[in-house]
């Protein structure tokens, strides 16, 4: 079945949605270093670096389009006029909606973070009603879903919203778009699973093309590595001798809120004067006997190695999120708050993991 991938990012969601068979005959990604990762790891796919609002479906001269597939930022509500900024209406998301309308797929699958549940607009109506209300004015039944990603093979306990909908002319049954849960709690893969094979480098260490030193230790890290000679974009950060200092203090379940105050967050500019402001989530050091917590964009400062004094490097947080290390991530490794583009750490930590697309992909394929 063709699928259009819409918010591409740098590739996930059509990633796993190929696993299933299913063929991305087009993405649309405004953003140019993921696009170029897109682009890179999906060669024989087209890929628009466009505005999405400045996008006719009419004029994109597909043929006919059995499923769309993406995440609309949930961040981007207008700012314009007197309109309400947190309705979804004012955001990416209506454009989504647009091209299901005008596209008809027979599916769609949108997917947000968990915090939408609860997000509710200046009149107190709940953002996920008036999402549900209007797919269902354009004659789509919807199953909205929190599903966990531990619970199809990803080593990450990531939390997230889908909305899968199936027009209204095919049968829909919500139970069988459940994707079947291949783990349980006791089977869930460890946050070590994934990353204990790759080069134990230090901070500033790594190449940008490396060779394996170890071979795979479990069917995981065999799956990550098929087809794969070598291994890219694993370069750890280069940290300043007080940062390391502060993560030798940092503890499994610790963060830098945990630490002495000699080792906190220094001020912008003022090295000397302690910063104040202390986040409970950064420099946290994950168990290596657990799932890895959700990573997110902004991982690079959320965690830090479980066993190194050194933030996650970019293929690290690839085999978190299951992608395979065939998968080369484009971009700067990392970039300034100010810089334009999404750096490959941000890449990553925005995608869709495929393992937890390839599972919604085979739920739809039974009813479909």
């Known amino acids: 079945m063709k699928i259009l991938d819409l918010f591409a990012g740098c590739g996930g969601f059509s990633l796993g949605f190929q696993m299933e068979n299913f063929k991305p005959c087009l993405a649309i990604e405004i953003d ?69 309308k005008i596209l008809q797929p027979k599916f769609f699958v949108m997917e947000n973070v968990k915090g939408l549940l609860s997000m509710k607009t200046k009149k107190n109506l709940l953002v996920k009603d008036i999402i549900l209300e209007e797919f269902n004015k354009i004659k789509y ?29 095919l049968p829909f049954d919500k139970n069988k778009l459940i994707p079947k849960i291949d783990f349980s709690k006791k089977q869930y893969l460890k946050l070590w699973d994934a990353i204990s094979d790759l080069p134990q480098i230090n901070s500033g260490q790594g190449k940008l093309k490396q060779k394996y030193l170890l071979k795979p230790k479990n069917n995981y890290q065999k799956l990550m590595r098929k087809n794969s000679k070598e291994i890219f974009n694993h370069v750890a950060m280069r940290h ?64 830090i190695h479980p066993y190194l004094n050194r933030n996650f490097t970019a293929r690290e947080a690839a085999r978190i999120q299951s992608f395979p290390d065939t998968y080369i991530f484009k971009g700067k490794r990392t970039t300034m708050s100010w810089e334009k583009y999404l750096s490959q750490y941000q890449q990553i930590g925005n995608a869709v993991p495929p393992l937890m697309a390839k599972a919604i992909a085979k739920s739809l394929k039974k009813i479909l």
């Open 32 to 100: 140019q270093w993921a696009s170029e990762t897109y682009s890179y790891n999906h060669p024989k796919i087209p890929v628009l670096t466009k505005d999405i609002r400045k996008i006719d479906p009419k004029k994109l001269n597909l043929n006919k389009i059995d499923g769309i597939i993406g995440g609309p930022p949930c961040q981007g509500f207008s700012l314009s006029g007197n309109r309400d900024t947190k309705d979804p209406r004012n955001s990416l998301f209506i454009d989504f909606v647009r091209f299901v």
């Open 141 to 169: 039944n919807v199953s909205l879903q929190v599903l966990t990603s531990a619970n199809y093979g990803v080593p990450q306990v990531r939390e997230r919203v889908f909305f899968i909908g199936v027009r209204e002319d």
């Open 240 to 303: 300043t001798d007080r940062l390391i200092e502060r993560f030798k203090q940092i503890k499994y379940g610790q963060s830098v809120k945990d630490v002495d105050k000699r080792y906190s967050q220094r001020k912008r500019g003022a090295a000397n004067e302690i910063s104040g402001k202390v986040f409970s989530q950064n420099n946290m050091r994950p168990y290596p006997n657990l799932p890895s917590p959700t990573v997110a964009a902004s991982f690079q400062s959320n965690f």
